[in-house]
């Protein structure tokens, strides 16, 4: 071998040691100091996405990760937020892109006691999430839903939910449809025996009453045993947070005589059975303790200042309860809300 040719095998193998050093700089060296949010939008081409990439600093020479993009057939961009974990590199930030992994999920969370009202309200606030079904009523969103004709009070699962930015209202929504479906379902199967519920929903309407009048759960099932007592004995449930499920934005925080005289499907004081639908969508707790009440002879019962309540199985043991609470709260100066006082 002359000098001559050495000395082009040395030129050669310089010229390749430096491109693939310079390679390993454009597609191996870590970018990413800390975990990043990337955010990829549907249709947004390769050749953007790049550019935006090397904007943020994580790609040195964007025409040539072109050529790499071009050549390297991974597949197509998968759009969602992207977490890039520290010490990303270029080739492992594409590897992401394209191959749908590492996805940012974000969470919604729905809260047992929230009206059908408040979970909207929750849904249009949240910045990350889609809104295809802000501008419709409420009978229309059931209709999308596949219920169409149904309240949609009371069936969507208090859970938190996690999505990706761009997921839309619609699809959390159906997945927590779908969910108290399935829960529901489920625990009925497994309820008591001799409820007087008529199938699920009837439970379900329960179990929303359980939920707004409940503040302790080990008090869930003694609520329960009183609402079923009542309706065995065919007498009206006299459920105050069906007044003011009734009385909506009318409601200001207490509850008068005249209330209890209006004229709707929710008043209890009025009507007897069940209301025509959830008041709430219930949790778990109250899902199982109207499908298993506790077992006892109370047919009334009065709040507490701390949130708990006295039960009672007669109507003189129950006003005398209800004074003693009074009397109690007078002497703290504090004054018995009428609406703390129920079942009677």
């Known amino acids: 071998m002359t000098k001559t040719t050495k000395r082009i095998l040395m030129a050669l193998c310089a010229v390749v040691g430096s491109a693939i050093v310079f390679v390993y700089g454009v597609l191996f060296t870590p970018v990413t100091p800390a975990n990043h949010l990337f955010y990829l939008r549907p249709g947004v081409s390769k050749e953007h996405v790049i550019s935006a990439l090397h904007q943020e600093g ?3 020479f964007p025409r040539l990760f072109n050529l790499y993009a071009y050549f390297s057939h991974r597949g197509s961009l998968k759009a969602g937020e992207y977490e890039f974990p520290k010490g990303s590199s ?8 394209t191959s749908g992994t590492g996805f940012y999920f974000r969470a ?12 909207r309200l929750s849904l249009t606030t949240n910045p990350w999430l889609k809104h295809n079904i802000s501008h419709l009523s409420d009978a229309e969103i059931m209709k999308l839903l596949g219920s169409a004709s149904v309240s949609p009070e ?41 409820l007087p519920y008529r199938n699920a929903y009837d439970a379900l309407i329960a179990a929303s009453l359980i939920e707004k009048e409940g503040r302790i759960d080990k008090e869930r099932s003694v609520i ?40 709707s499907a929710y008043n209890t004081y009025l009507n007897k059975g069940l209301p025509p639908t959830p008041i709430a969508i219930p949790g778990w707790p109250s899902i199982f303790a109207a499908l298993h009440p506790a077992h006892t002879n109370y047919f009334y019962y009065v709040a507490k200042q701390d ?38």
């Open 108 to 119: 919604f969370t729905i809260i047992p006691g929230w009206t059908f009202k408040q979970l």
């Open 154 to 194: 009371g069936l969507f699962y208090p859970e938190t939910y996690f999505f990706t930015r761009g997921d839309n209202d619609q699809r959390l929504l159906q997945r927590a449809y779908t969910l108290m479906q399935t829960k529901l379902n489920q625990a009925y199967v497994t309820k008591d025996a001799s």
């Open 90 to 97: 270029p080739l492992t930030i594409w590897r992401q892109l």
């Open 58 to 60: 994580f790609i040195r």
């Open 224 to 263: 329960a045993s009183v609402i079923i007592n009542r309706l065995n004995k065919d007498m009206v449930l006299q459920i105050d947070a069906t007044i003011i499920y009734a009385l909506g934005d009318q409601y200001l925080g207490s509850i008068y005589k005249n209330d209890l005289k209006i004229n």
């Open 307 to 344: 949130g708990s309540h006295h039960f009672s199985e007669t109507l003189i043991e129950h006003q005398q309860a209800v004074q003693a609470i009074r009397s109690m709260q007078q002497t703290n100066n504090a004054g018995l809300a009428p609406e703390t006082v129920s079942m009677h």
